[in-house]
C-alpha cells in the first residue's frame, strides 16, 4: 500500500474509480475528499478562503464514507463552492453503535475562469466500495459517476 500518495484513479470504463490513501482512516477521509474535488477542478488552483464545519453520521464506515462525500458534493451543487483542504478532527463509533465524523472544510466560490472544469460528479456509489485497513495504513476505494 503507498501511503505517500494522497490518492490515485484507477482503471474504470465509465465512472471515476479512486483509490484514497491514508496513515488513519480520518485522513483518507480527507484524501478522498480532495480526489473528489480532484476530478471536477484543479484543486491546486482552489484557495482556503472560506471555512466551514461539517459533520455526518452513519451505521458503519462505508456509509460514514459515502455520506462525507455526498455532503461535499451537495455542498458545491447548492452553495457553488469548490474545496481544496480538509481536516477530519473527529472520526468514532459511539456508544449507540452510530459512526460520527466532524470535519473542518476549506475553499472558495467556484469561478470558471478560475478553476478549470474537468468533469461534473453526479453522484457518489457503493459500487466497489471498499474500506482496507492495515496497521498505519488505510485505503478507500470509491467510485463517482460522472
Known sequence: MNT???????????????AA?????????????????EVMTDVNKVNPQIEEDVSVEAEDEQALLYSWLENLLVRFDVSSRVYSRFQVYELKQDNDGMFRLKAKIWGEPFNPQKHPQKVGVKAVTYHRMEIIKQPNAVVLKFILDI
Open 4 to 18: 505517500r500518495r494522497k490518492f490515485e484513479f484507477l482503471e474504470h470504463t465509465a465512472d471515476a474509480y479512486i
Open 21 to 37: 490513501y491514508g496513515s488513519s482512516l480520518a485522513e483518507a477521509f480527507e484524501n478522498a475528499a480532495l480526489a473528489m474535488f
